[in-house]
Structures are given as C-alpha cells and as structure tokens.
C-alpha cells in the first residue's frame, strides 16, 4: 500500500482534459448540497434587500410623495393669486431653493464677486456673517428634513462706481436667484472722487441649517 501513488485530484482534471469549470462543478455536487446552496443564497439576498435596498426605497418614495403634494399644493393655489402677483414675481425674478449652509454661502460670494468683477468699481468689500433665523414655520416642505430650519446668510457689500455702474450691479444683484432680496441700501456721493457715487448694501441668502445651533460665522 505505501508504494501506491497518491492521485491528487488536480492531476485528475489534467488526466480529464483539464481543470473543470464552475457549471462542471455544479453539474457535480449531489442534489442536497445544490438545495442547501441555494437556500443559503436566497437569504442571503433577502437580508441583503431588506436591510439596504428596502429602507432607500422607503426614503425614495416619502421624498417623491412629498415633493408631489408640495406641487399640487402650489398648482391648487395657482388659480388663487391675484393677477398683480405674475408682474411682481417677473421684476423679483427667479429664486432657487435653500441649499445647505456652505453651498448657500459659496454662492452669495460668488454671486456678488461675479457682478462686481464685471465692472470697474473701486473700495469694494464684502463681509459674509450669520443673520437671523426665520420663524419654525417658515417654508415647512422645503425644511422637511428633521431639525432642518430656514436660515439668513448676509452679506454687507460696499464698493464706489459711477451711478450708471452702481445701477448695473444693483440691477444683478436683484435678478440672481441666490440672492433672496437686498435688505438695505444706501448711495451716497463720493468725497474722494467726481461724479462717483458710495454704495452699501446689505443681501441676504436662504440656507437650510440645523435647529439646534446657529449658523457659523
């Protein structure tokens, strides 16, 4: 018996024309095993779907369930406003929904620096800070998220330009939809420079920030 070679079950394959693919090894194993393989697939995959596939499904549909009610709101209240309403929301022009924090913050900056570089204004400065929140129930299907709350980002703006360039900007500022309005605004003329013009101005953006702090400055 100890001089009997040991067949090893790779040298078997080679024999047979080579190593056996994964259906050959399936079509091989005794009918039990396929069964108890199969069983421990399917709960596999059910777990698998029950613990992330269902609950993102759930978010999904409560978000789209939300965002249609919020639409058929809107559109049933449509029919309500008074014609006046279309002139003023055309001179407003567009605005778009509060964003997160940072972004709302990234861009009111960008907003403002985009007018001003446009023209050849001079003493310009920007100073982003925290404004006061708005009420809890301010804008309540934007805010849906839990402890979301509607927020004010300011922004004082200063800068000296002809009356002409202090309009133009004013003007942009106005039409941006990162913009929700200017708050404040002061012209005054200029004591260093003919026929220019002093401009301070205060502009505010809507964040969505948290209930339980207050925006960073």
Do not use: C
């Not at 900056?109 to 570089?117: F, G, L, Q, S």
């Not at 920007?126 to 980002?153: H, N, Q």
Request: aromatic content about 6%.
């Amino acid at each position: 018996m100890s001089g009997m070679p040991i067949t090893r079950e790779d040298d078997m394959d080679r024999r047979e024309g080579g190593p056996r693919s994964l259906a050959e090894r399936w079509a091989a194993l005794p009918l039990r095993w396929k069964r108890l393989l199969l069983a421990v697939a399917a709960v596999l995959l059910f777990v698998l779907y029950m613990d992330w596939v269902w609950p993102v499904a759930e978010k999904w549909n409560a978000e789209s369930d939300r965002i249609e009610a919020v639409l058929d709101r809107a559109e049933g209240n449509r029919s309500q406003l008074p014609s006046s309403l279309a002139a003023t929301v055309e001179s407003l022009g567009p605005i778009r929904i509060p964003s997160t924090e940072g972004e709302g913050s990234i861009a009111l900056a960008e907003t403002v620096n985009a007018a001003i570089r446009s023209h050849p204004v001079t003493n310009f400065s920007f100073d982003a800070r925290a404004g006061a929140r708005l009420p809890p129930a301010a804008l309540r299907e934007i805010a849906s998220g839990a402890g979301e709350r509607v927020e004010r980002v300011v922004g004082e703006i200063g800068f000296t330009a002809t009356a002409e360039q202090a309009a133009e900007i004013i003007s942009e500022l106005e039409a941006s939809p990162d913009l929700e309005s200017i708050s404040r605004l002061r012209i005054s003329r200029s004591q260093t420079m003919d026929r220019r013009v002093d401009v301070k101005m205060t502009v505010e953006a809507w964040v969505l920030g948290s209930r339980g702090r207050r925006t960073r400055r």
